[in-house]
């Protein structure tokens, strides 16, 4: 019994080691903060994608008393579930000289609603008054696509 404790322990002072001497590894250090500065880059573009058509749209929702689609799938959903959005990036940087298309002017994603897991998609009227580009086309697919493999519910 007493040997194995003392492997255990020597396996434990090896390991923190090798740990201490990855944190000073400079090629790790540099690493490191590559990935924390593209991450940084992934939130600041997902930051413009949410606001969709951008502020004045949202405002032009909200003067209608209408949501906006992630407002809706927000007030749809369990709050105590997650919802995973899906295809965020779909139609990024596209479609420039009609204004883009922020998440191919839809929000899609997999939710709970009153437990149930289903597939959740959201035409999002900010992006060009809920105009429909190929991109949105595909993407919507997708999530059918992803339906039928999975879980055979679908709100739209």
């Not at 019994?1 to 540099?30: A, G, P, S």
């Not at 809706?72 to 139609?91: S, T, V």
Request: proline share 2%; with cysteine.
């Amino acid at each position: 019994m007493l040997l194995h404790v003392i492997n255990c322990f020597k396996l434990l002072i090896t390991f923190i080691i090798n740990y201490q001497k990855k944190i000073m590894d400079i090629e790790f250090n540099k690493n490191e903060d590559v990935m924390k500065m593209a991450w940084s880059q992934v939130k600041q573009k997902l930051g413009k994608i949410y606001e969709g058509g951008g502020k004045k749209s949202i405002e032009k929702q909200r003067e209608r008393n209408k949501l906006t689609a992630r407002e809706r799938i927000n007030y749809l959903c369990d709050e105590d579930k997650p919802f995973i959005e899906i295809g965020a990036f779909a139609g990024y940087e596209m479609y420039a000289e009609q204004g883009g298309c922020p998440a191919g002017g839809t929000v899609s994603g997999l939710g709970y609603i009153s437990g149930r897991q289903c597939v959740i998609v959201a035409n999002d009227q900010t992006v060009k008054a809920g105009a429909w580009f190929p991109i949105t086309g595909k993407k919507t697919c997708a999530c059918r696509k992803l339906l039928w493999k999975t879980i055979y519910r679908l709100f739209i």
